[in-house]
């Protein structure tokens, strides 16, 4: 069912992402240190697999930002991801997409 959802969803949230504001100096420092210290305790400090998937950027390779987005927002329905939106907005968890497509997660 998911995969036929996430497009529409993705295309409902397109408008949204394509204003993401980029976060502050301060903002990117915490939202690094949740990357290591939050989502490394399930994908591995190295972010390459444990509980849950490695999210390094083969791992990652032809899912759209958007996608990893709401998955970050949104949690994974069935499986130990949490949903994140109580605390990060949009624009924190586009930020944490496109760094973990780019393989930028290292302090």
Request: glycine share 10%; proline share 11%.
């Amino acid at each position: 069912m998911i995969r036929w959802l996430a497009p529409v969803i993705i295309s409902l949230l397109g408008v949204a992402v394509a204003h993401a504001a980029t976060p502050s100096p301060q903002r990117q420092a915490e939202l690094r240190h949740l990357l290591i210290q939050d989502c490394g305790s399930c994908h591995g400090l190295t972010l390459k697999g444990g509980l849950g998937p490695a999210l390094t950027p083969p791992a990652l390779a032809g899912k759209p930002p958007e996608f990893l987005q709401l998955t970050i927002l949104h949690g994974r329905p069935g499986t130990a991801m949490p949903p994140w939106r109580g605390l990060l907005s949009e624009d924190d968890s586009r930020w944490l997409a496109d760094r973990l497509l780019a393989g930028e997660t290292q302090p």
